[in-house]
């Protein structure tokens, strides 16, 4: 769906962009749209990693301040961790995600591997990682994408 919306642009702007858009083979119109699309999901993307996500947040937190005791009672097991607390847990991790669907269908439970070193998690609901969970390592890069639901 799209919707129709009007600007007026002085005319040397108006120009440049006529210019910018020949170029790029399209109309004024499309070359501004694809424009605002590509900065958007840019800032939507970057602002993912400067803004934790208020829902994912305690419960990474509550998930590295629980690791130590985790990993003496459940090492390389999946745990669900919900309202800063373990949840459940399983060495299955896929039957331990139908479990987290089927008692909390509407609210967010970090599930995560319980392993010796900890992962810090990174969340974003923007228009190209959509309720994804990146993890990273200590200096930022990304070592996984995942979706959440299959995590």
Known sequence: MTQHVE?????????????????????????????????????????????????????????????????????????????????DHDADKAALLQRVEQQYPEHFVLVRQVRIEPEILYESRGVAYSGAVLKTDHSGRILDKTFMGLM
């Open 7 to 87: 600007i007026s642009l002085p005319d040397h702007l108006y120009r440049q962009l006529k210019q910018w858009a020949d170029m790029r083979q399209q109309r004024v119109g499309e070359a501004i749209a694809d424009y605002l699309a590509d900065t958007l999901l840019q800032e939507t993307i970057q602002t993912a990693f400067t803004e934790p996500d208020p829902e994912v947040l305690p419960e990474s937190e509550a998930f590295l301040r629980l690791q130590p005791d985790l990993w003496e009672q459940y090492p390389e097991e999946y745990v669900a961790i919900h309202r800063g607390k373990l949840v």
